[in-house]
């Protein structure tokens, strides 16, 4: 009996020991295997960019974004989809998810965006967190949290774009960064 109740502890120890996360270190979990899969950097100014992506279980989007040429909404789409299949923690049933809430400004922007695209058949939760950039240290920060869905359960993400409300222009230099799980 003792030579059985060995080899549990020795089995259960070997589990302990292969398991990546020790409670300790944060490591693993920064170390999430992201790859970069998509980038697009504006060579001149324009009103929107959009990057094809292959399909990711887990994705993550950096815009980085100095002054627009005027004040504008900043949308966010994927799968060039335009239909009302949007929804966010302030509004339903809209034709893109908003990245500043609705703030029509025309300061420079950093935003991180993190989606989960785990399965075709389900909606894609996004948290999306957005700074504008401001130019004096004597002006107070504005800063934007929001959540919210691409209620598609047909499709991967498989294309991001940004796009501005009106006319103003992204300037030249303006990034678009995907990164995903690898596979």
């Known amino acids: 009996?003792?030579?059985l109740f060995e080899n549990r502890i020795a089995h259960l120890e070997q589990i302990l020991r292969s398991h990546q996360h020790d409670g300790l270190s944060s490591d693993p979990l920064r170390n999430q295997d992201l790859q970069q899969i998509g980038k697009i950097?504006?060579?001149v100014a324009a009103t929107s960019l959009s990057i094809a992506i292959p399909p990711r279980r887990y994705l993550r989007v950096l815009i980085a974004c100095g002054a627009k040429s005027g004040a504008s909404d900043d949308y966010l789409r994927f799968n060039a989809?335009?239909?009302?299949?949007?929804?966010t923690t302030?509004?339903?049933s809209q034709a893109q998810i908003d990245i500043r809430n609705t703030a029509n400004s025309a300061l420079g922007f950093f935003s991180i965006i993190e989606i989960a695209n785990k399965l075709s058949t389900l909606v894609k939760p996004c948290f999306l967190h957005t700074v504008n950039r401001i130019t004096s240290a004597a002006t107070a920060i504005s800063s934007y949290a929001l959540f919210a869905s691409w209620v598609n359960t047909t499709a991967f993400i498989n294309a991001v774009s940004l796009t501005s409300s009106g006319a103003a222009t992204y300037p030249v230099g303006t990034e678009l960064l995907v990164f995903g799980n690898k596979q």
């Open 81 to 87: 989809d335009s239909g009302s299949n949007y929804t």
């Open 1 to 3: 009996m003792s030579d």
């Open 90 to 92: 302030t509004g339903v």
């Open 41 to 43: 950097v504006l060579g």
